[in-house]
């Protein structure tokens, strides 16, 4: 599969393929799964900088533009390289490209051979004292500023002319001082391309060993599946089960907690009852006791006898106040929750529990055949990746580029060296360069290798080589979604709560706890447990014996008083907080005995919804659980064959190196070491040579203020001027010394001349003879 590709991408098989278009392919991430290709680092810099001289470059640039303003015909050069060149239907386009450079070819060529030709004609016309070369001068009143004019200008046009011989010096010796470093340039690039070659196989080999990965990924989620899959569907049941079981687990709890508050409670309730016996007793000795002293003949004496009636009329609040003794005991009620109790039913929920933490072990149990084959299937794909690494060895592919890298680099070495050793080969770039004046360089399009895309995207090979073809697992993953489609994973054991369970819930709620008629309970123990307060009572009675004569009478009273005391905190006090207990209790009994049967009454339909949901679902949600397992273990491989397809198309045997090689020999080597300061040195040679033109011209029209010659004045024509009076000079051919008589107006300058006379000076100067043209000392 990915070995194949990986083999047929090296071979180069894309061949004469060109790539039109950049192919885009999303990269696909996992969190369980992640593979990347280690990166490879290259020497050569992506980019080349040109410095400084890069303005005069853009300067080029911008006449090149002007010249050729014409994008390059790339149909045409893909027409060339395919063979399919037509001459009759590309030439126009070809001359629409090269117009500006033809027109200024052939203004070269006009400017060739007119130049001499003029140049040839202006000397004869010179030699015949014609085109400034007439010896004859007139002095006119803008003499000295035409003067200044040109020279300024010849001035100006020179450092024009000088500026672009400047432009040729820095090109040559940029071109000199760059060739220099070609030798590193070719070193880095061919570095290169043996790292590009070293690291495709380890690359490959890289990706083979993440199908080990992978399988073993899948292995591991195959030895897990215990967990993975019997716990999605243990999962898939949970929300049903688990509050059922929970529910009726607190409500085991809830009988457990309300027996024991039956029990005391019933307990408290016995206690009490024997407490106001006791109570009874007790009052009813002290009553009887009161009675018989109050039978003392005293009490038939005035005024003892209005004390004894008194007190024999308060008798009757020594009693009871309460009716608990009639209330009935919780005995019954107590003795169904025992019942209830008498089934375990915290054993029975766990079994719930337990069953339904089974589920893993039992999907386990009953795929462990499933898996060996499964297993034994990814193994099969693994041996068939191992036998094609076997058959085809890549290094021996690979090996097949190194001859002829090494034939390039030595070819390359000797024609540097040659190229250093000799200088005329610096006339025969020229030469080239000169034909490529005008060549933007912008036919090599800086493409997909410059991204560092792989030769398969780069040729555009899955045009020839479908890499689909080559990464399909369909046979394969089509036996595993069988073994996956054909578990029969049965879970039909699971039982939450058995029939003696359910009985035990039903019976509990027949247990008549939310029967009972709690009101009466805690109206019962709300009352205080005498009709008089005693200690009250003993007070007035200790009141009544204080105004009694001191005798048996008196003695009776004051000892019953204290017993009613006695009484009081020994038996009424304990009773009173007795009687509080158990009315807490009544009332605790009460709030969980409250809504009991409704909620046991939801907790069986609940536990037999779940049951039922069990049944109808299980195996819904088997196969379910059991196609998404399978999926993830598909899946795994999908994405590490998704990742092997881009690897292929973009990473592996990126083409980097090749473009940067390309770059170093176009762009940088030919177009910034050669054509670019070719370009400057040949744009500033024109520049010089198109103001040669004017600069002779200027410089004939300035040649003549500085040449011996005769002169006539301006002054000759006016009337006023006293030149008419002026000597005239006499000449001496055979000592070629001449006498003449000047004006000082003409020694003065021409915006101040001499208003009144003129004075005569005398000025000997070797001239020449007639007809002699040389430039003679300035005046």
Not at 467 to 492: G, V
Not at 702 to 708: E, M, N, Q
Request: glycine letters at 4%; aromatic letters at 8%.
């Amino acid at each position: 599969m990915a070995l194949i590709l990986g083999f047929l991408l090296l071979l180069g098989l894309g061949g004469n393929t060109i790539s039109e278009e950049p192919l885009s392919s999303k990269r696909t991430t996992s969190d369980v799964l992640e593979f990347k290709l280690r990166e490879v680092k290259y020497e050569t810099e992506d980019s080349y900088k040109l410095g400084p001289i890069g303005i005069l470059f853009q300067v080029v640039h911008i006449f090149l533009h002007v010249v050729q303003p014409n994008a390059f015909p790339e149909d045409i050069l893909k027409n060339v390289l395919r063979n399919k060149f037509d001459l009759s239907a590309d030439y126009k386009k070809i001359i629409q490209y090269e117009l500006g450079i033809i027109i200024c070819a052939v203004l070269g060529l006009l400017f060739i051979i007119l130049m001499p030709l003029v140049g040839f004609c202006f000397g004869l016309c010179r030699s015949c004292n014609k085109c400034g070369g007439e010896m004859h001068q007139r002095q006119k009143r803008n003499g000295t500023c035409l003067r200044k004019y040109f020279a300024v200008s010849l001035l100006v046009i020179c450092m024009f002319i000088s500026v672009g011989i400047i432009y040729g010096f820095l090109a040559n010796h940029y071109l000199r001082t760059h060739i220099e470093k070609t030798q590193k340039l070719v070193d880095s690039n061919f570095r290169d391309l043996r790292t590009l070659l070293d690291e495709t196989p380890m690359q490959i080999d890289y990706v083979l060993d993440q199908y080990n990965t992978t399988k073993e990924k899948a292995f591991s989620d195959l030895d897990n599946v215990k967990s993975l899959l019997g716990g999605r569907i243990r999962d898939q049941l949970r929300p049903k089960v688990i509050p059922v079981l929970d529910n009726i687990k607190a409500m085991v709890e809830v009988i457990k907690e309300t027996k024991e508050a039956l029990s005391n409670t019933n307990n408290a309730l016995k206690d009490l009852k024997k407490s106001i016996a006791q109570l009874d007793t007790s009052l009813s000795d002290v009553k009887t006791d009161l009675e018989q002293a109050l039978s003392d003949p005293l009490c038939s004496i005035p005024p003892m006898t209005t004390t004894c009636n008194e007190i024999s009329m308060t008798l009757n609040q020594l009693d009871n106040n309460t009716d608990v003794g009639k209330i009935p005991l919780l005995d019954n009620q107590l003795d169904n929750v025992n019942h209830v109790l008498q089934t375990d039913l915290s054993s029975l929920v766990q079994k719930g529990y337990q069953a339904f933490d089974d589920i893993p072990e039992m999907v386990q149990n009953q795929t462990t055949n499933i898996v060996l084959d499964i297993k034994s299937t990814l193994n099969s794909i693994g041996l068939d990746i191992k036998q094609k690494n076997e058959q085809i060895s890549i290094q021996n592919k690979l090996s097949r580029f190194m001859d002829p890298i090494n034939y390039v680099e030595s070819y390359i070495y000797n024609k540097l060296r040659k190229l250093k050793e000799y200088d005329s080969y610096r006339q025969w770039a020229e030469v080239a360069t000169a034909a490529c004046l005008g060549h933007d360089h912008s036919i090599y399009s800086h493409s997909d290798c410059k991204e560092n895309k792989g030769i398969y995207a780069t040729l555009k090979l899955e045009n020839r080589y479908n890499i689909s073809e080559y990464l399909n697992i369909q046979e394969y993953t089509e036996n595993i979604n069988s073994y996956f489609d054909n578990l029969n994973i049965k879970i039909d054991n699971i039982v939450l709560l058995d029939d003696a369970g359910r009985r035990s819930l039903m019976d509990f709620v027949s247990s008549g706890v939310d029967r009972i008629n709690y009101d009466t309970y805690l109206a019962e123990t709300t009352k205080a447990p005498t009709k008089v307060n005693l200690l009250l009572f003993a007070d007035v009675l200790q009141e009544k014996a204080n105004q009694l004569p001191p005798g048996n009478l008196r003695s009776s009273l004051i000892r019953n008083e204290q017993m009613i005391r006695r009484i009081y905190h020994d038996q009424v006090i304990p009773l009173e907080l007795s009687m509080k207990g158990i009315y807490r209790s009544i009332q605790e009994l009460q709030y969980k005995s409250s809504g009991l049967g409704a909620s046991v009454s939801d907790i069986i339909s609940s536990l037999d919804s779940a049951q039922k949901f069990i049944v109808k679902n299980i195996s819904s949600i088997i196969i379910k659980a059991s196609k998404k397992y399978g999926n993830t273990i598909i899946g795994y491989f999908k994405l590490y064959l998704q990742w092997v397809k881009v690897s292929i198309t973009e990473q592996i045997a990126a083409c980097k190196p090749v473009a940067t090689a390309l770059d170093s020999a176009v762009d940088v080597f030919l177009c910034n070491y050669i054509v670019e300061p070719m370009n400057l040195f040949w744009f500033g040679i024109g520049k010089a040579t198109i103001f040669l033109l004017p600069a002779i011209i200027f410089a004939v029209k300035l040649a003549k203020y500085y040449r011996r010659m005769d002169s006539e004045d301006v002054y000759d024509d006016v009337e006023t001027v006293p030149m008419k009076n002026m000597q005239k000079g006499n000449v001496d051919f055979n000592s070629h010394q001449t006498t003449q008589t000047v004006p000082t107006e003409f020694l003065n300058p021409p915006d101040y001349p001499s208003s009144s006379s003129s004075a005569s000076l005398n000025i000997e100067k070797e001239t020449s003879p007639p007809g002699d043209d040389r430039l003679g000392d300035t005046v």
